[in-house]
């Protein structure tokens, strides 16, 4: 038996610099930082994990040429990675493709980037002397296939064009592309990329295909191994939680039934961001503004508590967002109130700097929504069709595919940014169901509800 071990990377977005109001400097500061920051971590893993070769699949700097500073992070890493006798195979992206800095990459021995056209290169990588002589030549552990990006649009699907021997023991292919088993996703979407379909990889003998352009790490199925590793750090709001690496590992034998892979994800990340509810319970006695501040403190606190440890991660931004229902709704969002209650929530020592970006008040006026569709008027017939919808999962999953490329309507009401993929988690879809009507719920009791 033999045994490879790699590490699959994607979308660092290098230069991508978030919009934050000037106020919030030290914010701006750490944002700038978080993916120069994530690329040193990268490197470190290498130091411990001692893996034979990284693969990434794209985006790994914004549209357009680098910067000064990314310039100068990149060739620490790729001179560090030589060092370490690791090589780096990478597919350009929709928005670091082809044609605007490859006199750069092409600087760099140990980097091997892939054309317009589906390519292959060894691992190990071959020597000079060994392409001079026929005879001497090794053969590779492992073959990685791969094809880069030329366009900021590519409409294409490049599976159409990919072919391959697969000679080697083990088989990689490296594709930034969006991957639907739906025909209902078409590639003139918006944020759709290359579209291919799940079925469309099961033709060709690779191992494990290296996936990039989604930011969520996910494993699309098993046989062939499919599986995006999601954005090195988070590059908005939406995207919560630790982000990282996948370190994978596969046990080689003559039998390829016999052949397994095993996965384990590492976070990278020095700064995640996260959506937080804090709910005012019914029975909470707050006779003021004060004591409301107080408890939202102390649920803060207690939320923060459950989060993992990640001693990587030093900066922590949070969306909060205040729900319940109390007789101050009105004074729960008035300015005076927010500002003092961010001020407080960034002053709580942790493990991570805390800053919050948006604090949304949604507390609502006391009122029976439990029984609301029980009502003889036209609110209670509202509740009722919402109810019916609430027990509908196949009418509510056609309303949010009509509600994927309306960001205006999904800003309004807080639904955030959907994955392209159609197979959203049923955690994904109970929290869009949930915000979406309770939306509704808002919009028809402050309209037809008399004050």
């Not at 930034?176 to 078409?186: E, N």
């Not at 955030?416 to 949930?434: I, M, N, P, T, V």
């Amino acid at each position: 038996m033999q045994q490879l071990s790699f590490i699959h990377v994607s979308d660092l977005h290098l230069d991508n610099f978030p919009p934050v109001k000037q106020e919030n400097d030290e914010m701006a500061i750490r944002l700038h930082d978080a993916p120069y920051g994530a690329l040193k971590n990268l490197l470190e893993l290498c130091r411990q994990k001692s893996p034979q070769f990284i693969v990434y699949s794209g985006d790994i700097h914004e549209h357009g040429l680098l910067s000064l500073e990314a310039r100068f992070c990149l060739t620490d890493f790729f001179n560090e990675l030589k060092t370490l006798d690791i090589p780096f195979y990478y597919a350009c992206g929709n928005h670091d493709h082809l044609g605007q800095n490859d006199s750069f990459f092409q600087n760099f021995e140990n980097v091997f980037r892939f054309s317009e056209n589906w390519s292959y290169f060894p691992y190990p990588p071959s020597k000079k002397e060994d392409t001079e002589n026929e005879t001497d030549r090794c053969a590779p552990l492992c073959s990685i296939y791969g094809v880069s990006h030329s366009t900021r649009k590519e409409l294409k699907n490049f599976l159409k064009d990919f072919s391959c021997n697969a000679a080697a023991p083990f088989n990689i292919g490296v594709l930034h592309a969006t991957v639907s088993s739906s025909d209902k996703i078409k590639n003139t979407d918006k944020h759709v990329v290359a579209l291919c379909r799940e079925k469309d990889f099961n033709s060709f003998p690779i191992d494990y295909w290296a996936l990039g352009h989604i930011h969520e790490p996910a494993v699309i199925q098993e046989s062939p191994f499919l599986a995006y590793a999601g954005a090195m750090q988070a590059t908005r709001m939406s995207e919560t939680g630790a982000r990282g690496a996948t370190l994978v590992t596969a046990e080689l034998f003559e039998n390829k039934t016999e052949q397994k892979i095993h996965t384990e994800f590492f976070p990278l990340a020095p700064l995640e961001t996260y959506s937080l509810s804090l709910t005012l319970a019914m029975d909470e006695e707050l006779e003021n503004t004060g004591q409301c501040l107080e408890y939202f403190l102390y649920a803060f606190k207690k939320e923060y508590a459950k989060f993992e440890k990640n001693p990587l991660c030093r900066t922590r931004i949070f969306n909060l967002y205040l729900e319940g229902q109390h007789d101050l709704y009105e004074e729960l969002q008035e300015e005076g109130f927010i500002q003092n209650l961010k001020s407080k929530l960034e002053e709580i020592e942790t493990d991570a700097k805390i800053f919050i970006k948006k604090i949304k008040c949604l507390i609502r006026p006391r009122f029976g929504y439990e029984n609301a569709h029980k009502r003889d008027d036209l609110l209670g017939e509202v509740f009722r069709l919402l109810e019916t919808l609430r027990q509908d999962p196949e009418t509510f999953e056609s309303i949010l595919r009509k509600l994927d490329n309306d960001f205006k309507i999904k800003n309004e009401i807080e639904l955030g940014f959907f994955a392209h993929g159609d197979k959203r988690s049923k955690k994904q879809l109970e929290k869009y169901r949930k915000t979406l009507l309770k939306a509704c719920e808002n919009i028809c009791v402050n309209v037809l509800e008399p004050k």
